[in-house]
């Protein structure tokens, strides 16, 4: 079943490639959306594709990069499906 993802990921996660890493796990995953820096410090994602691959990339970014650190992640299931093409990271 296909699942619609908004994620805030929180702590230190600007300045340490967490976009990147995100962009990467998400290719490898096949998960699609994107995902970008937030002006309060924190990085924006949206993920979206099959319920199983949401949940392995939502344990992949609780955990980030090894600079990283993520201390809070906030989920919000989206009701409709906005159907991304790929994955790209927004600068």
């Keep these: ?5 908004r994620v805030l990921i ?13 962009f990467k796990e998400a290719e490898r995953i096949g998960v699609k959306g994107y995902v970008k820096n937030t ?17 392995e990339m939502i344990s992949r970014v609780k955990i980030g990069p ?3 650190m993520v201390k809070e992640v906030e ?3 989206q009701s409709d499906l906005l ?3 790929d994955f790209r990271i927004i600068r």
């Design 1 to 5: 079943m296909m699942k619609s993802y």
């Design 10 to 22: 929180k702590g230190v996660v600007q300045g340490v490639n967490f976009r990147y890493f995100t």
């Design 39 to 55: 002006s309060e410090g924190h990085v924006e994602a949206h993920f979206e594709g099959e319920e199983e691959k949401i949940k």
């Design 66 to 68: 090894p600079s990283s």
């Design 75 to 77: 989920l919000f299931e």
């Design 83 to 85: 159907n991304f093409k």
